[in-house]
Structure formats: structure tokens, C-alpha cells
């Protein structure tokens, strides 16, 4: 039996009230796990591989966390699909090869390319968010360093057998799966749902379910935000957020929602655990730089972050580039992600490609190297916004985002018609990619060298922001 495997069995039996439950159904942890044990018989039955790769393409319920724990004790591979994506879900299949697939249909064998590389060890794959591109990639985290993470990553959110953490984000997504665990590592009731209406009626989830702890993307705040505003009540302890870019505005709203502690949480794809937290227990005791909310001192257990001087493209201009260090550094992508500049597995660290400071003893991320900017859990490259521009309507633009997370496209040039611009770039990119303002200005600010001067493009957006000029998306 694996470490990760004793842990939880360890959590349950000092938990006996802790349950596994979805809005339709209610397990006892003790039986989920008998169940677990069941499935992971049956998967090991369907699959002739010492170690086989599964893939579970279930909506987030008990059943997909029965799946998670059979992947637990039967030291087999697990990666989480959702089977809304559609045909992100086919990619992903076929990239990842899985020996066995899991289903509405229940557990089915499926036929595999015999070069596979096999992973080094036992443990989840979870599907980068968009750093280097559109294709699938996976990053396999082992269940021996989830084991060591738990323990640490569970005091840092301040949970136990007592709590009961609701996740109503789908495990497709790493740090709901890393949440999913480390509730059941710290023997915590859990409740998931695959109900779009509870990620988008956040407290209303939290509720009916009695829950202290949740964890929502920064791009829900302001649906939690609407709830409150009809009466619907918050009293959760802590809301635990992925917010390597959380707002001080965001916070505040979160902090403004009533009996709530703000967990600021950074890392997880990578290195598995989250390697640095910020507890916050009200707006005044926000820490902030450039737009972002401190993520805190940069350790969470043996998880450490610091900054490393990187120059990725020779000309440009060195950025301080956060890195995590980690006891349990896996090797890279199992697929896709060939030739990115990051994230960059090192002896040791990874090399995350977030830039980022250190001020007062507080980690801050401040965003992506280059163009790449994070929007609701997934990157944005502002280039891709500036070329379906040009395609559209042969205009020259240059989109930033500021530093309190909007993105403004400047439009060299007067008597453009901005509102049809916009409705040419909404046929071209996806609505999250969509700038939140067109500004026209006389001339793009440039260097000697003739290249866009990033500094100064950002002074005029921030300025147009502040002023109101422009078209905005309800204009």
C-alpha cells in the first residue's frame, strides 16, 4: 500500500461522520472507500499492465471521487475528463493513450500504442491550463508527493476532520483534484457537484451544504458577489483561491461577503502541492503590489518559492521569474508542451514563467513573461488579440492588461469604428479573450528601436481606464 493510501485510510477511521456526497447522493467515507477498493479490483481485472493509466470521463460526483480513491489504493494512474469538453475530451484521449477508460458505460478496456511511455510512477495527470498552447498536456503528479504535500497544504487552508470543503469545479481542473485530496487526506467531509448552476450560485452550493470551505477561480468572484446581493448568505471559513492573479478588488469582495477568511493560494500544476499561502481575515489586512494580491512568504512545508533572473528571448528585457522548488519534481509534460520556453523542469524547481517580486518578506506574481496574461484559470496571449485585429480590419493595435487585470486594446489611429471592431474580434476569439476596452490613440508609444514601448502602452491604457474612454463591452 502507498503512503497516500494509508493516509487517508488513517483520516477516515479518525473521521467516522466525514462524508462523500454529490446533490444526489451521500457516502460515508469508510464506504466510499470499500467501494473504492471494489473498483480498483475491477480496474486492475480490465487492464493486463502491472500499473495501468486510466481515464475517468465522469462529471464531479461520488462516483468520479470513488474513481480518484480506487486510483489511490490500487496504485494506478489516474486523469480526470470532463465529458462537457467535447472535443478537448477526444484529444486528450488520444494524447494520453489510457489503458483504460471510465465512463457512463462503466469500465472498458481500450487498445493502446505499444511505445507508450509509461509513467515513472503511480499518481493523477493533470492538463495544463494553456502555458505553452492550445494542445493537450499532461503533467503526472506522483501519490508520494501528494502524500508529503497534504499534511502541510491541509494546515495552510486550516482543515480537518471537522470541515467539509464543497468543490463545485469539475477534477479535470489540477487544483480541484489537489482540493478533492486534501479533504479526504485530512478526513474532511467533501462535496462535489457537476451542476452548472452551482459553479455559477457559488453560495447557494456553500449553503446547502453546510460547507467552511470552498475553492473558486478569481473570474466567480463577482458571481458570489450577485448572490450576496440578493440575500443569499456566506459563512464559509475560508475561501481557498487558486489566485496566482487575484485583484485587491476581488478580495475585497470575497472579504466583503460576511464570516469568511480569503486563502490566496500559488502554485500546483507543476509541482503538485501549492507552495505558498496568504490567509487574509479582512480587506484591511490585504497586501498588495502592481494589481496583485500577496501570495505570501513563499513556503509551505518543504514547497518554497524565490525568484530567478531570466532572459528567454535575447534582446528583450531580464524578468524576475518566480520558481518553485519541490521535494517531488517530476520530469515534464508526459505529452504535448514540446519546446516551451516555460514552465522549465530543473534539477530541484521548476521554472514556473510567472514574473514576480519579493517585497517585505511577500511573494507577489505579477502576471505572465512575455504576452501571455492569465484570465479565469486559463492564458490569454495578447498577440492573438492584436493579430484578428489585423486580420479583420488591417489596424495596428497593442493590447495590455493592466495592472487591475483588464484587458485594453489601444487602435493606432482616429475615426476607426470601434463598435464594429468589436464585433469582427468577437467572431475571431473566444469570449474570454475578448478586450474589455478599444481605445484610439494618435500613435502607439515606441522605443528608439521601433518596438512598442510596453511601459508606455500601459500609462495610456490605465489613463483611458481611468477616464472612460473608448468602447467597452456594454457600450
Known amino acids: 500500500m502507498n503512503a497516500l493510501a494509508e493516509l487517508v485510510r488513517a483520516s477516515a477511521a479518525r473521521a467516522p461522520r466525514s462524508v462523500v456526497a454529490d446533490p444526489r447522493t451521500t457516502l460515508p467515507l469508510a464506504d466510499a472507500l470499500r467501494e473504492a477498493e471494489d473498483v480498483a479490483r475491477a480496474v486492475g481485472r480490465t ?89 493537450a498536456k499532461g503533467v503526472l503528479t506522483s501519490w508520494a508527493c501528494l502524500a508529503d504535500f497534504l499534511p502541510h497544504g491541509a494546515q495552510a487552508l486550516d482543515l480537518d476532520a471537522a470541515s467539509s470543503w464543497a468543490e463545485p469545479t ?14 479526504l487526506g485530512a478526513g474532511a467531509s467533501l462535496h462535489v457537484s457537476g451542476s452548472l448552476a452551482d459553479r455559477v450560485r457559488p453560495l447557494a452550493f456553500l449553503a446547502r451544504r453546510a460547507a467552511t470551505h470552498v475553492r473558486l477561480a478569481p473570474g466567480y468572484v463577482d458571481l458570489a458577489a450577485a448572490e450576496a446581493g440578493r440575500g443569499t448568505p456566506c459563512a464559509v471559513r475560508v475561501w481557498g483561491s487558486g489566485g496566482d492573479r487575484l485583484t485587491p478588488a476581488q478580495a475585497a469582495t470575497v472579504l466583503g461577503l460576511g464570516r469568511t477568511t480569503l486563502v490566496n493560494t500559488y502554485g500546483t500544476s507543476e509541482t503538485a502541492g501549492f507552495a505558498s499561502a496568504a490567509a487574509y481575515a479582512s480587506a484591511d489586512e490585504v497586501r498588495a503590489r502592481e494589481g496583485s494580491v500577496s ?51 530543473e534539477p530541484g524547481r521548476v521554472v514556473t514563467g510567472d ?62 469604428p470601434l463598435a464594429a471592431v468589436r464585433e469582427d474580434l468577437a467572431t475571431r476569439v473566444a469570449p474570454g479573450v475578448l478586450p474589455d476596452r478599444l481605445v484610439p490613440v494618435p500613435a502607439l508609444p515606441r522605443l528608439g528601436n521601433g518596438k512598442t514601448d510596453q511601459a508606455g502602452a500601459l500609462r495610456l491604457a490605465e489613463r483611458a481606464l481611468g477616464q472612460g474612454q473608448g468602447q467597452g463591452l456594454g457600450d
Not at 486510466?54 to 465529458?83: I, K, R
Not at 534582446?315 to 519541490?326: Q, T
Request: charged share 20%; hydrophobic share 40%; with cysteine.
Open 170 to 183: 469539475h477534477p479535470s481542473y489540477d487544483l480541484a483534484l489537489t482540493n478533492w485530496l486534501l479533504a
Open 47 to 135: 487492464s493486463s499492465r502491472e500499473r495501468p493509466v486510466v481515464a475517468v470521463v465522469l462529471p464531479g460526483s461520488v462516483a468520479a471521487v470513488t474513481h480518484l480513491l480506487a486510483a489511490v489504493l490500487g496504485d494506478h494512474t489516474v486523469c480526470f475528463l470532463d465529458p462537457g469538453a467535447g472535443p478537448r475530451t477526444e484529444a486528450v484521449l488520444d494524447a494520453l493513450d489510457p489503458d483504460v477508460v471510465v465512463d457512463a458505460n462503466g469500465v472498458r478496456p481500450r487498445a493502446t500504442d505499444a511505445s507508450r511511455r509509461d509513467p515513472v510512477a503511480a499518481g493523477y495527470v493533470a492538463m495544463s491550463s494553456g502555458t505553452t498552447g492550445a494542445g
Open 295 to 345: 501570495v505570501g512568504r513563499g513556503r509551505v512545508g518543504p514547497w518554497r518559492v524565490d525568484l530567478v533572473t531570466d532572459e528567454p528571448v535575447p534582446g528583450e528585457r531580464e524578468d524576475e521569474v518566480l520558481a518553485i522548488h519541490s521535494p517531488h519534481v517530476g520530469g515534464g509534460y508526459l505529452f504535448g508542451g514540446h519546446g516551451q520556453d516555460y514552465p522549465r523542469w
Open 355 to 416: 514574473r514576480g517580486i519579493v517585497a517585505d518578506g511577500e511573494v507577489y506574481c505579477l502576471g505572465r513573461v512575455g504576452r501571455l496574461v492569465k484570465r479565469s484559470a486559463g492564458f490569454v496571449n495578447l498577440d492573438d488579440v492584436d493579430t484578428a485585429i489585423r486580420d479583420a480590419r488591417d489596424l495596428v493595435t497593442y493590447t495590455v492588461a493592466t495592472r487591475g487585470g483588464s484587458l485594453v486594446t489601444l487602435v493606432e489611429g482616429d475615426g476607426h
